[in-house]
């Protein structure tokens, strides 16, 4: 029952209109940088949150890119989040797939303190760090970004 509790807390912590969670991650040279490296500095941001193993995963990463590329303009960038356990996996899906823009890998605590249960996840990050929207789609963003 505390177990879950603390979940539950966790979760309510990361939703939207509470400050993103800052954590340390790796780029995929192995150099550890945390998220406030690339989120409230002035910019929307994008987080996709996926793994090399989740279909589901690979399947929208072209829908990311074009969103990426379609509303750059509008001031939004990109950030993956792995949580692959195994880092020569992400490694080979990286150069697999081929992905223009930045990429990092989270070990659990970002799991955990994001109530991370499924993937993937999309959520929008405001300029200053908010968390804008999440657990949504891509038509979702294309509806917020073309109004």
Known sequence: ????????????????????????????????VYLSDYIGKGH???VNIWASWCGACIAEL???????????????KLLSISI?????NWEKALKRLGLPW?????DYSFVNSYGINKIPVLMLISPDGIILKRNFSIEDLNRLFQN
């Open 84 to 88: 692959d356990r195994d880092r020569k």
């Open 102 to 106: 930045t990429q990092v890998l989270a």
């Open 1 to 32: 029952m505390l177990k879950n509790n603390r979940f539950i807390t966790k979760l309510l912590s990361v939703q939207e209109g509470s400050n993103f969670v800052d954590s340390k991650v790796e780029l995929p040279d192995s150099t550890k």
């Open 44 to 46: 929307y941001v994008l």
């Open 62 to 76: 072209p829908e990311i890119r074009n969103a990426g590329e379609k509303y750059a303009s509008k001031n939004l």
